[in-house]
Structure formats: structure tokens, C-alpha cells
């Protein structure tokens, strides 16, 4: 059994015991509980339920984990012959959690 859920507007694949990496959820104590109503849809072995865009009873309960930092990517900016040379580097921040319970 799996459900996709919007988390931060984004659209991820919950599957129960599964830790799975979101964007940065902001001032999260690690071990507090969360809990998402915003199901797109719930599919079983058997069965499957679509929401227009939401199932009205469905509900996914997760737990925050902690941060994670993602890998670094680096902009290099170059135009030949002219002496231009710009480097910046990002390294985006994500936050894990693990799908506890998912209520359809």
C-alpha cells in the first residue's frame, strides 16, 4: 500500500516504514509527529482511490527524522577571451521523515 501526498507542494510517493527526503521543514524538533491530509491518492493491492485533487477522509502520519544537506553543485560562469570567470557554489538543504501510518 502506497499514497502520494503533497508535502510543501511537491508531490512525493509515501510508503509505510519508508524514510523519504522532502524540502527543509523549518524549526522541526527531531521525533515530533506530523501528519499530511493533502493525499492525491491511495492505491492498494486491490484497489485504488484518486481525490479531485484531494481524498476527503485520507491522512498520512510521519515522524521528522532530522537534515540532511544534499550534494554541491557548482555555476561556473566563463566568456573566452574576455577574462570573465564567475564560481558559486549551492548545496540545498532537505529534511527526512519517515510515513508511520497511512489512513485511507
Do not use: C, W
Not at 35 to 54: H, I, Q, R, W
Not at 57 to 67: L, M, R, S
Amino acid at each position: 500500500m502506497y499514497a502520494l501526498v503533497e508535502i510543501l507542494g511537491k508531490q512525493y510517493k509515501a510508503v509505510e516504514g519508508e524514510t523519504i527526503q522532502v524540502d527543509l521543514i523549518s524549526k522541526m524538533e527531531e521525533g515530533s509527529s506530523l501528519e499530511y491530509a493533502t493525499v492525491l491518492a491511495v492505491v492498494d493491492e486491490n484497489s485504488a482511490k484518486f481525490g479531485t485533487p484531494y481524498i476527503a477522509d485520507a491522512k498520512v502520519k510521519a515522524t521528522y527524522v532530522g537534515d540532511k544537506k544534499g550534494v554541491k553543485i557548482r555555476v561556473f560562469k566563463y566568456e573566452k577571451r574576455k577574462g570573465y570567470r564567475r564560481t558559486q557554489g549551492h548545496r540545498e538543504r532537505y529534511s527526512l521523515i519517515t510515513i508511520d501510518q497511512i489512513i485511507a
